[in-house]
């Protein structure tokens, strides 16, 4: 059984510090990694993907891959009210497999 | 931008009634899929399809079939509603090894 692991949370950080969010999941062979964000209500939107070892940055977000300890985290720098939301780590095994979702940990930024 | 467009955003239906829940989207992915979330239980993968006419099981099928007669449109049937699909049903949309595309949501109620 291929899982993704991540902390449910809630995830309590303060206005403008980083905020670091951490996924691990069990299948060796995984080849892509994604986070969606999801608000309350609404449906997952993708904010980053990562296929390779090292660091991605996309403006304030960081996905951090790691395959040797099969750890996949996103940062979140200078944290928002507004980035409060549930985040998704997602991976997949190949091209043509579905994606394996966590459940899922929720960030509180604090104003 | 790529849409992904589900035919309801709220439904309220009785045990029993067949439920058809329609999605469409606008980008020629070749891949489409229907997910149902639940408080505490992540996302489901119900059925996915790699192509026209093409369907394959995801991890909780029964009650459950889907229709893939055209490359834009997925429905997914509830054959006889029954009040534990009572759930947000979520359709997504890719082409092959990138990530998914979701729509904003059917959320389902069967009284």
């Known amino acids: 059984q291929k899982e993704v692991e991540q902390n449910s949370g809630p995830l309590s950080v303060p206005e403008g510090a980083i905020a670091s969010l951490n996924c691990t999941y069990s299948?060796?062979?995984?080849?892509?990694f994604f986070w969606y964000r999801q608000y309350s209500g609404k449906s997952p939107e993708l904010i980053m993907f990562i296929y390779s070892n090292g660091d991605k940055e996309d403006g304030r977000f960081t996905a951090q891959l790691n395959k040797a300890s099969q750890y996949v985290s996103l940062l979140i720098r200078d944290s928002q009210p507004s980035d409060s939301a549930t985040y998704l780590c997602a991976v997949m095994n190949s091209g043509n497999t579905p994606l394996v979702f966590g459940k899922g940990t929720r960030l509180s930024v604090i104003a | 931008d790529v849409k992904v467009t589900q035919s309801s955003r709220y439904l309220v239906k009785r045990t029993g009634e067949k439920v058809f829940l329609e999605c469409v989207q606008d980008?020629?992915?070749?891949?489409m899929f229907w997910y149902r979330q639940d408080p505490g239980l992540g996302l489901r993968l119900i059925y996915f399809?790699?192509?026209?006419?093409?369907?394959e099981k995801g991890d909780i099928p029964e009650g459950y079939s889907v229709s893939r007669e055209k490359k834009e449109r997925f429905s997914l049937i509830l054959e006889s509603a029954s009040t534990n699909q009572t759930s947000m049903y979520l359709c997504?949309?890719?082409?092959?090894?990138?990530?998914?595309?979701f729509g904003s949501g059917t959320r389902l109620t069967v009284v």
């Open positions: 980008m020629d992915h070749e891949n």
């Open positions: 299948d060796r062979g995984s080849q892509s």
């Open positions: 997504a949309s890719s082409w092959t090894g990138y990530g998914y595309t």
């Open positions: 399809s790699y192509d026209v006419k093409m369907k």
